[in-house]
T-cell receptor, first 114, second 111 residues
């Protein structure tokens, strides 16, 4: 099992450009999450998808959109990148509904917006 | 809003020493999780705690869910260089599968 995979690993964008971060999991989990990590801030939830076909905002959703493409895949889109979106982005998945709150993370995408 | 404090923010210790870090909150939670993040990697789950008072070990790591349900502790015994990294606590509240993370404890081990 690869677990949670993310592409790309690194990306540099100019202000105003758009891009989509891809995430896939092979653990048959029903829930998926997108976080951003900034120095000294821990991980902050951007969006999550409790199950296929549903998405909800997290703590810091402004400037982002998400798509739960199927049970395996959950993408994060930046429509018009801003320097404030320079961060490391992590995707995670979990199997809610079983009393299990444990989330498993991908390796991250390091995004720089100039 | 809910306050989550993780301390210390950073620690420098000698190899072989024991380490203790903790998280405290202003609210009651159902779940405490502890993660470790190596440089350039995603967080990896170390220990999950689901009951107040629960004490769980994973090798040299021991974590406890505080009896008041407002805090949790992580201890590392006999530290080694590969323990270096950032340790995060995370909690989940009643009726929610969302996790809220602490700001992390950065651990450095001096050989």
């Amino acid at each position: 099992n690869a677990g949670v995979t993310q592409t790309p690993k690194f990306q540099v964008l100019k202000t105003g450009q758009s891009m989509t971060l891809q995430c896939a999991q092979d653990m048959n989990h029903n829930s998926m999450y997108w976080y951003r990590q900034d120095p000294g801030m821990g991980l902050r939830l951007i969006y999550y998808s409790a199950s296929e076909g549903t998405t909800d905002k997290g703590e810091v959703p402004n400037g982002y959109n998400v798509s739960r493409l199927n049970k395996r895949e959950f993408s994060l889109r930046l429509e018009s990148a801003a320097p404030s979106q320079t961060s490391v982005y992590f995707c995670a998945s979990s199997s809610i509904g079983t009393g299990d709150y444990e989330q498993y993370f991908g390796p991250g995408t390091r995004l720089t917006v100039t | 809003g809910q306050q989550l404090n993780q301390s210390p923010q950073s620690m420098f210790i000698q190899e072989g020493e024991d380490v203790s870090m903790n998280c405290t909150s202003s609210s009651i939670f159902n779940t405490w999780l502890w993660y470790k993040q190596d440089p350039g990697e995603g967080p990896v789950l170390l220990i999950a705690l689901y009951k107040a008072g629960e004490l769980t070990s994973n090798g040299r790591l021991t974590a406890q869910f505080g009896i008041t349900r407002k805090d949790s502790f992580l201890n590392i015994s006999a530290s080694i260089p590969s323990d270096v990294g950032i340790y995060f606590c995370a909690y989940s509240g009643a009726g929610s599968y969302q996790l809220t993370f602490g700001k992390g404890t950065k651990l450095s081990v001096i050989p």
